[in-house]
């Protein structure tokens, strides 16, 4: 069974630019959650969705959001993007999402720097 | 804030030796959980544990929960230099997502 992938796994953008992020989980898995990691903040939940819907949200700006598609892959947009959204962006899968004790799989994140 | 804080940041031992590391958080919890993480890459999901429980095994993997104490610890015995990567310990209560701490670097050296 395949993992869950991400693409792309490096991205460069100038601030003010915006980016989509893309993440393809686990065949069968029907919740994906987004994280942010950056040294100074560690991995802080940014959102999850679960059939298409979005049913957590963490303390991030408007300018994160968020969708997921019927097909379960899920995107993540930042716009009018700051120095400070240089991170590593992980995405997870589960069958039933975080609230549930299922096994969370993670995907190796896309790593975006903001120039 | 629930976000679990591990202990120590760093840790660095030799092959063969135990590693232990700590965790603590600040609110009641679900569950507790243990990922590791190798350089820059994605998390892998290590161990659960629940409230109610006190202490699992897995392989060379022992987990304990002290929910008076608000804490866990994550012991790796007999540990290899593949062991060397990022130890976090998440959180999980009421608002159902989970909440990750700064994590321990641990170097196990040949």
């Known amino acids: 069974k395949a993992g869950v992938t991400q693409t792309p796994r490096y991205l460069i953008k100038t601030r003010g630019q915006q980016v989509t992020l893309s993440c393809s989980p686990i065949s069968g898995h029907r919740s994906v959650s987004w994280y942010q990691q950056t040294p100074g903040q560690g991995l802080q939940f940014l959102f999850e969705y679960f059939s298409e819907t979005q049913r957590n949200k963490g303390n991030f700006p408007g300018r994160f959001s968020g969708r997921q598609f019927s097909n379960s892959r899920s995107e993540m947009n930042v716009s009018t993007l700051e120095l400070g959204d240089s991170a590593l962006y992980l995405c997870a899968s589960s069958f039933a999402g975080p609230s549930s004790t299922d096994t969370q799989y993670f995907g190796p994140g896309t790593r975006l720097t903001v120039l | 804030s629930q976000q679990g804080e591990e202990d120590p940041q760093a840790l660095s031992i030799q092959e063969g030796e135990n590693a232990t590391m700590n965790c603590s958080y600040k609110t009641s919890i679900n569950n507790l959980q243990w990922y590791r993480q190798n350089s820059g890459r994605g998390l892998v999901h290590l161990i659960l544990?629940?409230?109610?429980?006190r202490e699992k095994h897995s392989g060379r993997l022992r987990v304990t929960l002290d929910t008076s104490k608000k804490s866990s610890s994550l012991l790796i015995t007999a540990s290899r230099a593949a062991d060397t990567a990022s130890y976090f310990c998440a959180t999980q209560g009421g608002s159902e997502k989970l909440v990750f701490g700064k994590g321990t670097k641990l170097t196990v050296n040949p």
């Open positions: 544990i629940r409230s109610n429980e």
